[in-house]
């Protein structure tokens, strides 16, 4: 058995494992002006097929839209671990309902992309060609 192939069955649930605290904006500041970090984590492939699915819209004559804001702010509140987008009372501090609600009260549309970009880098969706430049290094 490869090296490759012996990592890849020992890592059978990676997704579950992975995390990262990541700056996603320089609003978010401490008090001692240290900036804070999200915790996030990765996803898993059902968890970004599922939320793929949701974000389609069936129209007339079966054509499909893609609702891309909505999948960003799926990802971001799926991926994040703190803060808790889909915290009960934090819902009802805000006067909002659903967590994307709340995502889009509390945070910029800049800041909730940035936050997906970095939850699907995590998740192992990167640049082939940016890849390619680092193994070339």
Not at 43 to 65: H, N
Request: aromatic share 6%; net charge negative.
């Amino acid at each position: 058995m490869s090296q490759l192939q012996a990592f890849l069955n020992a890592n059978t649930n990676a997704s579950n494992t992975i995390t990262e605290q990541v700056i996603i904006s320089n609003r978010f500041k401490k008090e001692n002006g240290e900036l804070m970090k999200f915790t996030i984590r990765a996803l898993s492939e059902d968890e970004v097929d599922e939320i793929s699915k949701a974000c389609q819209k069936f129209g007339k004559k079966g054509k499909v839209d893609f609702e891309t804001k909505k999948y960003t702010r799926m990802v971001a509140i799926a991926g994040t671990k703190d803060p808790n987008f889909r915290d009960a009372e934090s819902l009802k501090a805000v006067g909002v309902i659903s967590s994307e609600e709340y995502i889009k009260k509390v945070l910029l549309p800049g800041e909730i992309e940035n936050l997906a970009n970095e939850i699907l880098k995590l998740s192992g969706y990167q640049d082939l060609d940016e890849l390619r430049e680092e193994v070339k290094n």
